[in-house]
């Protein structure tokens, strides 16, 4: 990955590089929340790329045990998980609809369970309809959020299909007409019963414990 920084909200086709086997994961729609120790200075479309490190196969396994752990949480049990995961190609797109902390996140009612559980870090961005490249094209990655070129812009737009996602999900607006009015401290934290909130505790107590054994993306 290169060393250039380009971490601009005024980047006209934004794109983020992240290691495997995560960022095949967020554009095949099985991984919604892109967790950052900064918030997300976009929204609307942001395309994917997968960084050079190949990834080891017991974090490619711990990983998709993960998700089969939260998702069941939701009674989905078949998962289709990518065949391949490529490295130095741009993958897809998905749309950032809004950027919250973990802490909003795990008490939000309006999103399902597995949803929140994927809440590990300080900021969330909040991913959905992704679509993948039907040829990922090679390509070298840049440290941040950094423009994509116009003429690779141009090229995969054209290659871009639609994904269907094990659990749609459409993160809802504080306000529907303000783009950027779902972040950080817009969410008011909701009450839960005993009982919820046990099992949303045990359940990410099961989580956490695939998450510390692999490092999650460039930062």
Request: hydrophobic share 35%; aromatic share 8%.
């Amino acid at each position: 990955m290169g060393s250039r920084t380009a971490s601009s909200p005024n980047c006209r086709n934004p794109c983020l590089t992240m290691h495997q086997p995560w960022a095949s994961l967020l554009v095949h729609g099985i991984k919604r929340i892109e967790g950052r120790s900064w918030a997300a200075p976009i929204r609307g479309r942001l395309w994917i790329h997968a960084a050079g490190k190949i990834p080891e196969p017991d974090t490619i396994k711990a990983m998709e045990d993960f998700y089969r752990e939260i998702y069941a949480v939701d009674g989905i049990t078949d998962l289709k998980f990518p065949e391949h995961y490529p490295v130095s190609r741009l993958l897809g797109c998905v749309d950032v609809a809004g950027c919250i902390t973990c802490e909003e996140l795990v008490n939000w009612d309006a999103v399902p369970q597995s949803v929140r559980l994927e809440g590990q870090t300080p900021f969330c961005w909040l991913c959905e309809s992704p679509q993948k490249l039907v040829i990922p094209f090679e390509m070298r990655g840049y440290q941040g959020v950094y423009n994509l070129e116009k003429k690779i812009y141009e090229a995969a737009v054209r290659g871009l299909t639609s994904v269907s996602p094990p659990l749609p999900v459409a993160f809802p607006l504080p306000n529907p007409v303000d783009r950027f009015s779902l972040k950080p401290c817009s969410l008011t934290s909701s009450s839960k019963g005993d009982e919820e909130e046990s099992s949303l505790l045990e359940a990410t107590v099961a989580a956490n414990k695939f998450s510390k054994k692999t490092s999650h993306g460039a930062k």
